[in-house]
């Protein structure tokens, strides 16, 4: 009995205690524990700015920002107090189910409860990677990229963790996941990549707020920004001379310790931009972090000169703001000087190669090209120039039909998604002259994976691009005098952005923001159909199912 009525006082009074918690940073305070490099109970010392984001309680919440500022960390914390004290189940989603929720479960998750006695008490199942089970409340870890992943999960709480990287007609599915709950809220977050691209869209349409603290020598509101806040002591960043660099207010030019940030960050407050906005917005850099040094800052600015995969990793991650390197994009320059005296709608000459690409949506955007072979050799499209004779839409599959026939077309590649079967279905009439595109997996570089049913193969989705946008920049595409603004804007709206892959290798990808780019992968796709005409490629058997 003494131990039956020890253990109901022990039960009355943690559930006392946690009826006195009611924000989401008490939680962490009282119940998260961490490792390296401040172990120990969770603490706001060396992230205040943490603090306001912990207890937001708007619905809507984004967070763009540089890497390692301590952003997942407050998904974390919001997830765990929403299942601890609210019982409510949260959908965290990253990129890709493999291996970004694998490496999320045992690189932040598992650790949590480690640390935690309360966190490893509250999970009762941890076992499965994408599902953790606490009591009637559940955490699921999905990836962005299946579409049946995101489905038929009720919950409360989403988190969009590096919404840059994923699949983005796929997250508006998962946002409504909350849509019969009574409580609910979403938070994205993530380093920025481009203009009105993923969390950068969110961003602009937010509160836009950024953290300001008083400076500990003439006491104004100052924030820190690049350059104005970042003394670099040498150009080079090999030199020891560099480690002198350091940062200093904005407004009375004097030096900020690195050492006293918790001191005078402590008074930080988060100030919006536009305070009357549904969602809020947050934004902070690396020249507020207690654990980069201001030197190692200067040493990726030196080194952003030299390549274009640390100059788009410095804005990014560093600075957390968006940027295009010179020469990502196609520009209103390089469209001008292509243009020539044919005129939208010519035909094409007897005896050369016609090439049809299509990309598929409400609309068939379509680009008819004509071809110059200049040489011999085993890859035709670097070998050639390219003439475009036309560029429109149309709303029919059947219409393509007849640009194949009024054209004399050699060969057609078209998008295989999202109208397959209509896809399918016109390359089965034009069996031998057309084939369904896949951008995927199973082919590298320009080379292109030829599937078993005979109408449809698989390309790299960057390198091709590389190659068809890359004729604006050396001169090999000659483009209509009268070439209209759609197409222009098109063609401009594709950009692309440089990353380093988990080994630290350089590798690009294409995004376009929230614009249109469909005659950008109409051009693409007649690029592909070049290849296909002369059959300048070695086959390679992949299966996909139609």
């Not at 796929?170 to 009574?182: C, D, F, I, P, Y």
């Not at 595109?437 to 570089?445: M, P, S």
């Not at 604006?472 to 063609?491: A, M, S, T, W």
Request: neutral net charge.
């Amino acid at each position: 009995m003494h131990k039956l009525a020890q253990a109901l006082r022990e039960r009355v009074s943690g559930g006392l205690k946690r009826k006195s918690i009611t924000t989401c940073s008490q939680w962490a305070e009282k119940y998260r524990v961490m490792g390296k490099p401040y172990p120990g109970a969770w603490s706001f010392l060396h992230h205040p700015w943490l603090k306001e984001m912990h207890d937001c309680t708007s619905e809507s919440m984004c967070g763009q920002k540089s890497a390692q500022m301590g952003f997942t960390e407050v998904a974390l914390n919001r997830s765990f107090y929403t299942i601890d004290i609210h019982g409510e189940s949260v959908l965290y989603i990253l990129p890709a189910s493999t291996p970004d929720a694998s490496d999320f479960s045992t690189s932040r998750f598992d650790p949590a409860l480690e640390l935690s006695n309360h966190l490893s008490k509250l999970f009762s199942d941890v076992k499965n990677i994408g599902h953790k089970r606490a009591g009637s409340a559940n955490f699921f870890i999905r990836g962005s990229r299946s579409r049946s992943q995101l489905k038929s999960l009720p919950v409360s709480t989403i988190i969009e963790d590096e919404l840059d990287e994923m699949v983005q007609e796929n997250v508006a599915l998962a946002q409504e996941r909350t849509s019969g709950q009574v409580n609910k809220s979403i938070f994205k977050l993530s380093t920025p990549t481009i203009d009105n691209y993923g969390i950068n869209a969110e961003y602009r349409q937010s509160t836009q707020e950024h953290f300001f603290f008083k400076c500990p020598s003439c006491s104004r509101s100052v924030e820190l920004t690049f350059p104005d806040c970042l003394v670099i002591t040498s150009d080079d960043f090999t030199s020891t001379d560099i480690y002198g660099s350091h940062i200093i207010c904005p407004a009375c030019k004097n030096i900020l310790q690195h050492e006293a940030k918790p001191s005078f960050l402590k008074s930080g407050i988060w100030v919006p931009t536009h305070a009357n906005r549904i969602s809020r917005g947050f934004h902070i850099n690396q020249l507020y972090s207690c654990t980069v040094k201001p030197y190692e800052i200067a040493i990726s600015w030196r080194k952003a000169q030299l390549n274009p995969t640390d100059e788009q990793e410095f804005y990014n991650s560093k600075l957390g703001l968006t940027h295009i390197v010179e020469g990502a994009r196609v520009t209103d320059a390089n469209i001008d000087k292509a243009k020539r005296d044919h005129r939208n709608g010519t035909k094409g000459r007897p005896g050369k190669i016609l090439t049809l690409g299509v990309d598929v949506g409400k609309w068939l955007h379509y680009e008819i090209d004509e071809w110059i072979i200049e040489g011999n050799g085993p890859d035709v499209n670097l070998l050639s120039t390219c003439k475009t004779l036309k560029h429109g839409k149309c709303l029919n599959f059947e219409d393509l039909d007849g640009l194949m026939q009024d054209y004399g077309i050699n060969f057609c590649c078209i998008d295989a998604n999202p109208e397959r079967r209509k896809a399918l279905e016109f390359c089965q009439r034009n069996l031998g002259r057309a084939r369904m595109v896949f951008y995927g997996n199973g082919a590298k570089g320009t080379s292109i994976g030829v599937h078993n049913d005979e109408v449809s193969i698989t390309v790299d989705r960057t390198s091709w691009l590389d190659l068809a946008l890359g004729r604006f920049k050396n001169g090999k595409i000659l483009l209509p005098f009268d070439v209209d603004n759609e197409y222009r804007q098109h063609l401009k709206s594709l950009v692309r952005i440089y990353e380093k892959d988990s080994d630290g290798n350089p590798v690009g990808r294409y995004v376009c923001g929230n614009e249109d780019d469909h005659y950008a992968h109409a051009r693409n796709y007649s690029e592909i159909a070049l290849s296909m005409s002369l059959d300048s490629f070695q086959n390679q058997d992949i299966s996909v199912p139609l």
